[in-house]
């Protein structure tokens, strides 16, 4: 089933061809880091965690966003999302393995990771994360290929399959609460201090996994024979508009906890990414024009002329991903350190090797959807045709 | 080693109250002590309502009491504890190419910090103005229940019986999850090796090595250690070596009811930083 992989287009080679340079750079930078230390990016004593982190955050909404797709299928026998189940498994393969390469690319000492699993700690949430990402990659990978590969034979997945298939579902949902919990259970940092940070984390996962699910499967359905079908299409712009409304939502719930109470420490990090703090304003630019992204990208999923043109679905799409990676991918981590537990602001600048890294991430995700979406495609416009 | 070091403090204690010249470093600070010391009893710690948790009763709770008038009274004597925990720790200065110390890369075990930045939930609307000019102290708190030690995923950081928060520099992944924990900002970071040479083969970073404490290999986050390896060789904390016998800082097992620690914090009002995240810091100060 895999060679399908290897044989495509001029387009699709370019494509790989492309990811690889830019892999290749990433993995230059990553060796002058390895190299030099992490001193190597623009992190600091006072923003210890920086854009890495920050993806890593944002792609493991990605991946749990995911279950959306797959949710409806397995347990409301929903058929129309039958075609793209396997676009939602395979999204939640890639972006796990960015989030593994992100961690790592973390770690002041990569070598010393097993050092997790060699002296388990219970009582760490970044345990619990290893254990429930490993368990999603795992879960994902098993479903996926089998249930592909039954198909690919022509016959329906085994039995064996379907109490994994049921598990994977809250996991989806758990891998994104465990990662909340990184920082909502931290004292002393008021930002993250607060409970609605797992259930919004989850309403921006499942507005941002859609929608690059939709926008692909829009690209494939120009580039392809492959058509997800009007039905799905619909049904995913609706689980995208709510997704991103709840988000917005608790988003303006964090405002009003923050500006009616007034207590400075709660107002502290929304001032800083909203307006400036003490001068200090790099992030406020970006922070805005999430919000007018979002407020655009959600007009053109709800309007009813532009939610069934093709064209501004796909540039809604755009939109609503844009918008939560700068509120989740940038202004989350970042704002949390800001100001420091010694009141202080310190800003962070990443470097341009850090850029490339995380560029360099970016494409070996990609480069892993593009090959596992190949041969999905492929399998299922065989069996088709 | 732990019985050991339990031993010296018991007789530590013990000096202190019978007065006997036991020949332990204590002695220098049991001068200040005497008079530090009230017949009136004051509750403090467990019954304050920042400690949720309560404070482990029992067995050695190793503290401090930092008393910031007699920093006051002794100018320059802040920055000798600085500079002798430094250097007795091996602890990197990263200069940029202009010469100038990089706040990015910067280590701190101990460090001068202004008073509304060190206690920034107490309310500094009109305050005193000397309050300002008082040079305070800054270092790990030490907590009872500390934060650092429950996000960390392979226990590099853990807690000691004698209450002291420590460092494992082999295990740690340098993930500084412990530094986002932190709500002291106690903790740093080897942003790079502070084992770097120049050409003649000597450290860039580190002035006159100590061999006796280990240098840090880049990756892993440090911090103060209470001075572990000087406590189990029955020495007081080098901080609290260089304040000699001004009795600016008080250092012991704050369980034993005799050590002079127990007696300054039984008769003095001191203040913990940010007690309402229940840490339950064992670093006092007095001011």
Known sequence: MIEKALKGSNVYIGWLVFLSVLILAGVVSYAQQYQYGLGYTGMSRDVSWGIYISQFTFLVGVAAGGVMIVLPYYVHNFKDFGRITILGEFLAIASVAMCLLFIMADLGQPTRALNVLLHPTPNSMLFWDMIVLNGYLFLNILVGWVVLHSEY????????????????????????TVTAMLYCGLPGRHFWLTAIIAPRFLASAFAAGPSLLLFIALVLKRVTKFDLGDV????????????????????????????????????????????????????????????????????LFWIPQTRSNEKTVMAACVLVFSSLWIDKGLGFVLGGFVPTPLEYVTEYYPTFGEILITMGVWSTGFLILTILYKVAISVKLEKES | MDDKRRRFLKLAGLSAV???????????????EVNASSPAPAS????????????????????????????AENPGMAQKCVDGCHQTHNVPIFLDSKGQVNPKDAIKWIWKEPFENLFPDHSHYRRNDALHELPFLALCNHCDNPPCVRACPTKATFKQK???????????????????????????FNWRSPRERDENGNLKFIKNLNEKFPTRMRGVVEK??????????????????????????????????????????KSTFTIQRKPALGTLPSVFYII
């Open chain 1, 232 to 299: 799905a299409r619909d049904k995913i712009i609706t689980i995208i508009g709510y997704a991103a409304i709840l988000n917005f939502f608790f988003l303006g719930l964090e405002f009003f906890v923050a500006y009616y109470s007034d207590i400075p420490g709660h107002k502290h990090a929304l001032d800083y990414l909203f307006w400036g703090l003490e001068g200090h304003d790099n992030l406020v630019g970006f922070m805005r024009l999430s919000l007018v992204l979002g407020g655009l990208g959600l007009a």
């Open chain 2, 44 to 71: 403090h710690g467990t019954e304050s309502p920042g400690s949720g948790h309560g404070e482990a009763p029992t067995g050695v709770r190793l503290g401090m009491v930092i008393d910031v008038n007699k920093f």
């Open chain 2, 18 to 32: 019978a007065g006997i010249g036991a020949p332990s470093a204590f002695n220098l600070l049991l001068k200040g």
């Open chain 1, 153 to 176: 034979k022509g016959t329906k997945y085994p039995k064996w399959l379907k109490p994994f298939i049921w598990l994977s579902l809250p996991w989806a949902i758990s891998i994104h």
């Open chain 2, 162 to 188: 004698n209450g002291s928060v420590i460092m494992d520099f082999h295990r740690c992944i340098g993930c500084r999850f412990c530094m986002a924990a932190c709500p002291y900002g106690a903790r740093s």
């Open chain 2, 224 to 265: 103060c250690n209470f001075c572990a390896e000087r406590i189990s060789e029955g020495l007081p904390p080098k901080c609290v070596e260089a304040t000699g016998d001004t009795g600016a800082m008080i250092f012991g097992d704050m369980n034993d009811p005799n050590a002079p620690i127990s007696q300054v914090l």
